[in-house]
């Protein structure tokens, strides 16, 4: 092994020990904090232990700062990204421990909802579109758990956003894609 | 004003901003402002402007995301979305889902600073001074009339002293509103908070709604002639409103 490669490999480990083990109270690591530890070259690491987590079914996902994903980012807005490990594949079903079925239908409908509109609705709207299949006891809690878990954010005047968690976790192109392949169906 | 409160709905409801039509008002300003003697039209001339600049940030933020990859008909997608099955829309779902794969562990290095940590650490009764009884030490007691007297008890039932608020209600506001501060206001403070007290479950109850003014900061009560279920069956709203020494002894000065 050379040296620039044995480097290299310590710094993969250095990498996935950063981005897998929480060192926060949220998940995920900051792009400056990355470049800091690894250097300057650290989108290099990142690809590197890209293809390493290849194996394992996983990869690190890269969520930018006010800025849609594709094309390529500025070293400034990579250094403000915040990287995540997450699945490569789609989840299945039976992966939803702790999350009804249910609930996951009403996180998809207000992710849509929410992504469709600017990627902000009213709170009492998107209430008023889970109240047409679930109890409203159960929407007032549904919503407040996915704002605990960071899937939505809640901000001024009642507004919902899709939240950090949210933006890292669910490819809102995909949804509203999927949907509308079943709307024209 | 209906400009303002237009842009106000567009700007806090989502509504389409193109809805406001900017160039129209922007003449109609620039007509009447050489009529305008009053400071209080100029300002609400700047008031309006500055609606406006926001509706005019909105709709660049509109065409940037119809622009953009993400969008779709927000209508299309809401009717899709009613129509679809809990499990058809958890199947779509997890198909576009990538949870976060994170991993907690407990390095030695913390568990030694953790050890290190309790041994430093003093027992409780040695950082927590102790209390010295003063007083009674046993439980005290009163009378009725005591607590009574220091409002910790109504006279007569709780239903009674709230219908008793809804005949003053009823009788101040008529069938118009009256200012939640007008109406709640005593000469003491403390009749005050008792009347703020009652005037909450009078809403929370049905006697009576609660309506806002943002602008103002103002909140009015208007009572209703019988009390509603509905009040307590639709969605509810919590209104904070403080009952504040200062506003009372502002209002009694």
Redesign the interface.
């Known amino acids: 092994m050379s040296e620039k490669s044995g480097a290299y490999a310590g710094k993969v480990k250095r990498a996935v020990q950063m981005l897998l083990f929480q060192r926060h109270r949220r998940p995920g690591v900051k792009g400056w904090e990355l470049k800091r530890s690894l250097g300057r070259d650290f989108m290099k690491v990142v690809d590197l232990l890209n293809t390493r987590l290849d194996d394992l079914g996983l990869r690190v996902s890269v969520v930018y700062e006010g800025r849609e994903p594709g094309g390529r980012p500025s070293e400034e807005e990579l250094e403000r990204a915040v990287f995540y490990v997450v699945l490569r594949g789609a989840s299945s079903v039976e992966s939803l421990s702790g999350w009804r079925v249910d609930e996951v239908a009403g996180l998809a409908a207000a992710v849509a909802f929410i992504a469709s509109r600017q990627g902000k609705a009213a709170r009492r709207d998107v209430e008023g579109l889970l109240r047409v299949k679930f109890p409203g006891w159960r929407v007032d809690l549904a919503l407040d758990r996915f704002v605990r878990r960071g899937y939505l954010d809640e901000g001024e005047g009642g507004m919902l956003y899709v939240g950090w968690r949210g933006r890292a976790e669910i490819d809102q192109k995909m949804l509203l894609d999927l949907l509308l392949g079943e709307a024209l169906k | 004003m209906r400009v303002i409160s237009l842009c106000l709905s567009v700007s806090?409801?989502?509504v389409d901003p193109f809805e406001v039509e900017v160039k129209r008002i922007l003449d109609a300003i620039g007509k009447y402002l050489p009529e305008w003697e009053l400071p209080e039209d100029f300002s609400l001339d700047a008031e309006t402007l500055n609606w406006l600049s926001s509706v005019v940030e909105l709709q660049a933020?509109?065409i940037k995301?119809m622009s953009?990859?993400?969008y779709?008909?927000?209508f299309?997608?809401?009717?899709?979305?009613?129509a679809?099955?809990?499990?058809?829309?958890?199947?779509?779902?997890?198909?576009?889902?990538?949870?976060?794969?994170?991993?907690?562990?407990l390095v030695p290095r913390r568990v030694k600073e953790a050890v290190d940590y309790w041994n430093l650490l003093p027992p409780l009764e040695g950082r927590w001074p102790e209390f010295e009884a003063r007083g009674p030490s046993g439980p005290g007691s009163a009378t009725e009339e005591e607590l009574r007297r220091q409002g910790m008890i109504l006279d007569g039932s709780f239903e009674e002293a709230l219908e008793e608020e809804w005949r003053k209600l009823v009788k101040m506001a008529g069938d118009g509103r009256v200012s939640f501060w007008d109406f709640v206001y005593a000469d003491s403070y403390e009749e005050t908070v008792r009347r703020a007290y009652l005037a909450s479950f009078l809403v929370t109850y049905g006697y009576a709604g609660l309506e806002t003014d943002p602008l103002e900061g103002e909140y009015y009560l208007k009572p209703f002639r019988e009390k509603r279920k509905a009040a307590l069956g639709g969605?509810a709203v919590s209104v904070p409103i403080s009952v504040d020494r200062d506003v009372w002894v502002r209002r009694k000065g």
């Open positions: 806090r409801k989502g933020g509109w995301h953009s990859s993400l779709v008909d927000p299309l997608i809401e009717l899709k979305l009613k679809l099955d809990a499990e058809s829309l958890s199947g779509i779902f997890t198909r576009c889902w990538r949870p976060i794969v994170e991993l907690e562990q969605q």
